[in-house]
């Protein structure tokens, strides 16, 4: 149905349906009900404000069918957008198949992005935020949102659905999980995707890399432990840049499957954080019972004049770095429970400052200005 080929079927048993705080079950003909100062139904529940701890159920939808589209926005600074999570509980499983930070589910790292699109994520210069990713059910939907941030927050959503979706019962379900090390451990390679079970489409990851040196250190290798791999993997990349499809360090560049939602600084050092992202869409890797994916920390100490492939190697030396990443994958249900985040001193530490232009205004009279929050 995302084909430009097949958007003018109109499709036969499938309902469109969208819920927001203006219309929180998706029911039909209930949306825009609540009343304002110009009368009901004339924007009376656009946004919460929602508090530090609290968790609020953004969706609750049964039956069959497939989450398209989520939108969401909120004032854009790191602490709101990585210290708050998002969790969605596929079929009456009782853990999540997906817990991230707002930031990563959104496609970006550190709690900072500048403008970048995405094969599945588009992300605006005021952090106007949304997410493309299919994610298909064939019982229920639950989606929370869980702030973590330390600070009221003003949340503005909505998530566009579909109803009546025809999918088998072993049809793949989002799964997405983080995972963040500060400071890695030297010698022992950074787990993107820890390993798990079953049938698995590994769709891609956000990394997030803060250098705690300032050498260039993006000469490990990605790789990809599947099935019966052991000591070794059956993929092997060239380095971190080279997996996220650049190449002689990273460029603040964006493209559909790979590229860099936000480089920290102006200059060429490569000594800032970094946010990538590597989706692997048209390049599927898919196993038949587990998989791992990790990435190594290795850096590049030039000393030489002659430069030959020998003397390349001499310079490589082991690193340990500031490192995060959150892996998307499909998976048939029941599956295992993911790791859950990490706690909040984890999660906000050493995180940038906003930049003054990332100050927002926002001229919507329901929202608070950014100084009436918290």
Same mark, same amino acid.
């Given at each position: 149905?995302?084909?430009?080929?097949?958007?003018?079927?109109?499709?036969? =048993?499938?309902?469109?349906?969208?819920?927001?705080?203006?219309?929180?079950?998706?029911?039909? @003909?209930?949306?825009?009900?609540?009343?304002?100062?110009?009368?009901? =139904?004339?924007?009376?529940?656009?946004?919460?404000?929602?508090?530090?701890?609290?968790?609020?159920?953004?969706?609750?939808?049964?039956?069959?069918?497939?989450?398209?589209?989520?939108?969401?926005?909120?004032?854009?600074?790191?602490?709101?957008?990585?210290?708050?999570?998002?969790?969605? +509980?596929?079929?009456?499983?009782?853990?999540?198949?997906?817990?991230?930070? #707002?930031?990563?589910f959104f496609g970006f790292a550190h709690g900072r992005s500048s403008a970048f699109q995405s094969c599945f994520h588009s992300?605006?210069?005021?952090?106007?935020?949304?997410?493309?990713?299919?994610?298909?059910?064939?019982?229920?939907?639950?989606?929370?949102?869980?702030?973590?941030?330390?600070?009221?927050?003003?949340?503005?959503?909505?998530?566009? +659905?579909?109803?009546?979706?025809?999918h088998p019962e072993d049809v793949g379900r989002l799964h997405a999980s983080f995972h963040r090390e500060n400071p890695t451990?030297?010698?022992?390679?950074?787990?993107?995707?820890?390993?798990?079970?079953?049938?698995?489409? +590994?769709?891609?990851? #956000?990394?997030?890399?803060?250098?705690?040196?300032?050498?260039?250190?993006?000469?490990?290798?990605?790789?990809?432990?599947?099935?019966?791999?052991?000591?070794?993997?059956?993929?092997?990349?060239?380095?971190?840049?080279?997996?996220?499809?650049?190449?002689?360090?990273?460029?603040?560049?964006?493209?559909?499957?790979?590229?860099?939602?936000?480089?920290?600084?102006?200059?060429?050092?490569?000594? =800032?954080?970094?946010?990538?992202?590597?989706?692997?869409?048209?390049?599927?890797?898919?196993?038949?019972?587990?998989?791992? #994916?990790?990435?190594?920390?290795? @850096?590049?100490?030039?000393?030489?004049?002659?430069?030959?492939?020998?003397?390349?190697?001499?310079?490589?030396?082991?690193?340990?770095?500031?490192w995060s990443a959150a892996a998307f994958w499909y998976q048939a249900l029941p599956s295992a429970p993911i790791a859950p985040?990490?706690?909040?001193?984890?999660?906000?530490?050493?995180?940038?400052?906003?930049?003054?232009?990332?100050?927002?205004?926002?001229?919507?009279?329901?929202?608070?200005?950014?100084?009436?929050?918290?």
């Amino acid at each position: 149905m995302n084909s430009l080929d097949t958007a003018y079927v109109i499709p036969d =048993g499938i309902e469109s349906r969208s819920i927001c705080f203006e219309n929180p079950t998706g029911a039909r @003909g209930a949306g825009g009900s609540a009343a304002s100062p110009l009368g009901p =139904g004339r924007k009376g529940d656009p946004v919460r404000h929602v508090h530090d701890g609290e968790t609020v159920v953004l969706a609750d939808i049964q039956g069959r069918g497939t989450l398209r589209h989520f939108w969401m926005t909120m004032h854009d600074k790191p602490w709101l957008l990585r210290g708050s999570i998002i969790r969605i +509980y596929w079929d009456g499983q009782e853990h999540p198949s997906v817990e991230l930070p #707002v930031s990563e589910f959104f496609g970006f790292a550190h709690g900072r992005s500048s403008a970048f699109q995405s094969c599945f994520h588009s992300v605006g210069s005021t952090r106007s935020m949304n997410a493309w990713l299919p994610m298909p059910f064939t019982k229920g939907a639950r989606v929370e949102f869980h702030n973590r941030s330390g600070a009221r927050l003003p949340l503005f959503y909505q998530i566009d +659905y579909t109803l009546g979706d025809d999918h088998p019962e072993d049809v793949g379900r989002l799964h997405a999980s983080f995972h963040r090390e500060n400071p890695t451990t030297l010698k022992q390679d950074f787990e993107i995707l820890p390993e798990r079970e079953g049938r698995i489409r +590994y769709l891609g990851c #956000v990394l997030g890399v803060r250098p705690l040196d300032p050498l260039w250190w993006g000469e490990g290798e990605m790789k990809v432990f599947m099935d019966g791999d052991e000591a070794l993997p059956t993929i092997a990349g060239t380095g971190a840049e080279d997996y996220v499809g650049q190449a002689w360090g990273i460029q603040d560049e964006d493209f559909a499957y790979h590229g860099c939602a936000w480089r920290e600084g102006t200059d060429d050092a490569d000594t =800032g954080r970094v946010s990538l992202y590597r989706w692997h869409l048209a390049d599927p890797i898919v196993c038949r019972e587990r998989m791992k #994916v990790t990435i190594q920390q290795i @850096g590049h100490r030039p000393t030489y004049q002659a430069r030959t492939i020998d003397d390349y190697k001499a310079e490589l030396f082991e690193r340990a770095d500031d490192w995060s990443a959150a892996a998307f994958w499909y998976q048939a249900l029941p599956s295992a429970p993911i790791a859950p985040c990490p706690p909040s001193e984890v999660l906000l530490a050493d995180l940038p400052e906003p930049a003054p232009s990332d100050k927002p205004t926002n001229p919507d009279p329901a929202a608070p200005s950014p100084d009436a929050v918290d």
